[in-house]
T-cell receptor
Framework: GQQVMQIPQYQHVQEGEDFTTYCNSS?????IQWYKQRPGGHPVFLIQ?????EVKKQKRLTFQFGEAKKNSSLHITATQTTDVGTYFC????????????FGKGTKLTVNP | ETGVTQTPRHLVMGMTNKKSLKCEQH?????MYWYKQSAKKPLELMFV???????ENNSVPSRFSPECPNSSHLFLHLHTLQPEDSALYLC?????????????FGQGTRLTVV
């Protein structure tokens, strides 16, 4: 079936280090969304990317959508303890489907 | 708060019990969803409703029965569940189908089947 692969599954960093999570799809995505889920919480929408090669920034977070619209990445510069949580990508398959296919997520822990 | 409210937050039920999960949103959204989140698995889409009409059912066992009486409320009726059904059940809503819109998630119901 349609899958969205996300790596790494876990990432442990020292506060101040950078962090990147990658998302890959076997099929072209019409758009991709990123969510963050804090421990014990629920997924919260971060951003949506639609255009091929699109790059968006939110403070220390940089999101990219690949040229082929099959991969995406989230990069956090100089991590802080408030960045801990699981980051999910969710790809929307083309053709107007409402189905958001979620990756397994990358669980980030930050050592102060 | 995202504007999507789920009750109860925690539920423990036996395999012969019948229970219901409730989701409510007053965001004016027309699409509502049920997701299942298990440990070490991606978020699994279970059901999609648009304007109270079910538009997607992802091969979910019949022991899970959704109901959408209006665009603000969504239920998940549970009966004769199995221990492997223990998970976090998340409700979400979005503005409408067919439009690239973000999903607003509720806080989830942590279900334990004993």
């Amino acid at each position: 079936g349609q899958q969205v692969m996300q790596i790494p599954q876990y990432q442990h960093v020292q506060e101040g280090e950078d962090f990147t999570t990658y998302c890959n799809s076997s099929t072209t995505l019409s758009n991709i969304q990123w969510y963050k889920q804090r421990p014990g919480g629920h997924p919260v929408f971060l951003i949506q990317l639609v255009k091929s090669g699109e790059v968006k920034k939110q403070k220390r977070l940089t999101f990219q959508f690949g040229e082929a619209k099959k991969n995406s990445s989230l990069h956090i510069t100089a991590t802080q303890t408030t960045d801990v949580g699981t980051y999910f990508c969710a790809g929307r398959i083309g053709g107007g489907s409402e189905k958001l296919v979620f990756g397994k997520g990358t669980k980030l822990t930050v050592n102060p | 708060e995202t504007g999507v409210t789920q009750t109860p937050r925690h539920l423990v039920m036996g395999m012969t019990n019948k229970k219901s999960l409730k989701c409510e949103q007053h965001l004016g959204h027309n699409a509502m969803y049920w997701y299942k989140q298990s440990a070490k698995k991606p978020l699994e889409l279970m059901f999609v409703y648009s304007l109270e009409e079910r538009v997607e059912n992802n091969s979910v066992p019949s022991r899970f029965s959704p109901e959408c009486p209006n665009s603000s409320h969504l239920f998940l009726h549970l009966h004769t569940l199995q221990p492997e059904d223990s998970a976090l059940y998340l409700c979400a809503s979005s503005l409408q189908l067919g439009v690239a819109s973000e999903a607003f998630f509720g806080q989830g119901t942590r279900l334990t089947v004993v």
